[in-house]
């Protein structure tokens, strides 16, 4: 069975910065396409950067040059550091897996960019 949960996910300034987590749990994270994707209030659900089994790596362009997927294989774990937040950047973020032909997500982790 297949879990991800996110974490690190808060309120903070506009201008400051979060790191989220997603720790995996029945695969092997870096043998799989992964992803963070973010659904703000009212708006459907995008992807926000994305990082596949070869390491090659794709960020929405409102969030290049302040967003850094990475993951870490010895924690089994995928990261999303974020810097120079923006109120736009507010909303739920989610992180996914590609496994085989299904897409499987997490519960969610909740980022609030407000002064």
């Known amino acids: 069975q297949v879990t991800l949960v996110e974490s690190g996910g808060g309120l903070v300034q506009p201008g400051g910065s979060l790191r989220l987590s997603c720790a995996a749990s029945g695969i092997i994270s870096y043998w799989n396409d992964m992803a963070w994707s973010r659904q703000a209030p009212g708006e459907q659900r995008e992807m926000v950067a994305s990082?596949?089994?070869?390491?090659?790596?794709n960020y929405q362009a409102s969030v290049k040059g302040r967003f850094t997927i990475s993951r870490d294989s010895a924690k089994n774990s995928l990261y999303l550091q974020m810097n120079g937040l923006k109120s736009e950047d507010t909303g739920v973020y989610y992180c996914s897996a590609l496994v085989g032909r299904d897409v499987h997500w997490g519960q969610g982790t909740q980022v609030t960019v407000s002064s």
């Open positions: 990082i596949t089994r070869t390491g090659f790596t």
